[in-house]
């Protein structure tokens, strides 16, 4: 069974990481999209509620699971007995610190491969930082996010 995880804070999950989910499980047998619990990080979505909006948006992919972890990626990965780890690119300045990542990793545990899946276009601009700094001001954010998610994100902002 090749398994590839898909790691990231997901905080929120956004169209963008869905198009990365939906290209990279057409590539393995079984994707986990691996959501991290930073204890150093204060995220606007508790890893519950982040569990919970990912399982939503991934739900039609037969072969995609959602699972947490801390610590290691690699370690996580080896335990999970994946053979790759996926990352979207989205753009130029994305990639010296994802390259710099994947070296890491690679020095880590030289079995794991990474992958890098260029998003769409149409997506290239977005990223969960931008999402929630639209929503902070009451922008629209419709298309940017699965729907169970932007009512969510509405919902933080307007507390
Ligand atoms: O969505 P993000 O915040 O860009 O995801 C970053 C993530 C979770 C992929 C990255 O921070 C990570 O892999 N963290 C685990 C800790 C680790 O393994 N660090 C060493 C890699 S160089």
């Known amino acids: 069974m090749r398994v590839a995880i898909y790691p990231g804070s997901f905080d929120p999950i956004t169209n963008g990481h869905l198009d990365v989910v939906k290209r ?7 994707l986990i999209v691996s959501i991290i619990y930073n204890p150093n990080k204060t995220p ?13 948006a ?36 994305d990639f010296e610190y994802e390259f710099q990542m994947a070296l890491m990793n690679r020095k880590l545990c030289p079995d794991i491969e990474t992958i890098f ?5 149409e997506y290239s601009y977005l990223s969960s930082s931008i ?3 639209v929503a902070r001001f009451g922008g629209c954010i419709k ?3 699965p729907e169970n998610v ?10």
């Open 44 to 56: 606007l979505f508790t890893l519950e509620e982040r569990f919970r909006q990912v399982k939503g």
């Open 143 to 145: 298309g940017l996010v």
């Open 117 to 121: 899946l260029m998003t769409s276009n």
């Open 131 to 133: 999402v929630k700094e």
């Open 58 to 93: 991934v739900m039609n992919y037969s072969n995609v699971t959602v699972d947490t972890f801390t610590g290691l990626l690699v370690e996580y990965a080896q335990q999970k007995q994946a053979v790759s780890i996926i990352k979207g690119l989205r753009a130029i300045s």
């Open 150 to 159: 932007r009512r969510e994100v509405i919902e933080k902002f307007s507390s």
């Open 24 to 30: 990279a499980s057409k590539m393995c047998e079984h």
